[in-house]
């Protein structure tokens, strides 16, 4: 019988706690979940009740190098940290916070490394149109997102500049239009289909973003226009938030949970 791989998780909130719930559950066949690495005390001693039977906590280095697949679902700033230790040990890892990937060293870093790096579509569909129009030239691809105001504050834009008065419920406000690089600086934790979006496409300079808020956005909606040789399309994904949070959309752990599915698969499906 073929070895199970030993996968280990980094971050136990919302994608994090559910994913893990994915591989005991979904993956079993193949997948063992072996280590677990959350900083908040309180969250790492729940994970470890739920979980004891399957991992450990050990801290986020020991994991890496201890595991055969990483999942990262924590922090754009801890993205980047697991893929420079992955890469060391030409480790694979799927990685949440996909913001943490562009930055130049990291994408450097990536082009002369065994390791492997899996970013799911997350909350946003086209991916796998645009993936397959590079094949061929995009002159264009633009994402609109809305959001409610409560799954923007606190984002690092406005610590500069004041979060807009939206003075009915009806109001729309556009409160950043720029191209993704800039997205992913200001709103790191807000925007990583920005991101996913890039790395599929033009390139986090010429991917252009725009985020709008409104009292009468009910979920985080996407909008994704592409033009290219092939011709043009838009998709618009309206998301349910993930139970428990309202900032992550459940499309997002669907989609990892596919992500990894895919990787098992002996068919696989889709560009
Ligand atoms: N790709 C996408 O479409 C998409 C969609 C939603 C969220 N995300 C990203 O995925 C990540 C996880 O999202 P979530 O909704 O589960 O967030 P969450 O806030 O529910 O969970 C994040 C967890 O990571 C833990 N954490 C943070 N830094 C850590 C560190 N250094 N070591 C160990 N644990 C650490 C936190 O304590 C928290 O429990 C976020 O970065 C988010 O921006 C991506």
Not at 194 to 209: I, M
């Amino acid at each position: 019988m073929k070895r199970k791989i030993k996968v280990g998780i980094i971050g136990g909130g919302t994608i994090g706690t559910a994913l893990a719930h994915a591989v005991v559950a979904d993956l079993k066949a193949f997948a063992q979940l072996r280590f677990l690495c959350e900083k908040h005390k309180e969250k790492a001693a729940t994970l470890q009740k739920k979980f004891q039977f399957h991992a450990k906590l050990v801290p986020m280095t020991q994991l890496v190098r201890r595991s055969d697949l990483i999942i990262e679902a924590a922090s754009p700033k801890v993205a980047a940290q697991v893929v420079k230790l992955a890469c060391k040990w030409n480790k694979k890892v799927l990685i949440m916070s996909v913001g943490g990937l562009l930055q130049p060293q990291i994408a450097e870093l990536l082009k002369k490394n065994l390791s492997r790096i899996f970013c799911p579509s997350g909350a946003i569909t086209g991916v796998d149109g645009v993936l397959a129009a590079a094949n061929g030239k995009i002159r264009k691809v633009r994402l609109i997102t809305r959001k409610p105001p409560e799954a923007l504050m606190g984002a690092a834009y406005f610590l500069k500049k004041r979060f807009p008065v939206l003075k009915t419920s009806s109001e729309e406000r556009r409160v950043f239009r720029g191209v993704a690089a800039e997205a992913i600086e200001h709103f790191p934790q807000n925007i990583n289909v920005a991101a996913v979006l890039s790395l599929a496409g033009l390139g986090p300079e010429k991917t252009q973003v725009e985020i709008w808020t409104s009292r009468a956005y009910k979920g985080n909606q996407h909008e994704v226009l592409v033009e290219g040789d092939f011709g043009t399309f838009t998709t618009v994904t309206k998301n349910r938030p993930a139970p428990g949070n309202p900032k992550t959309s459940y499309l997002a752990i669907l989609s990892a949970i596919a992500t990894l599915k895919k990787a098992f698969a002996s068919v696989r499906v889709g560009t």
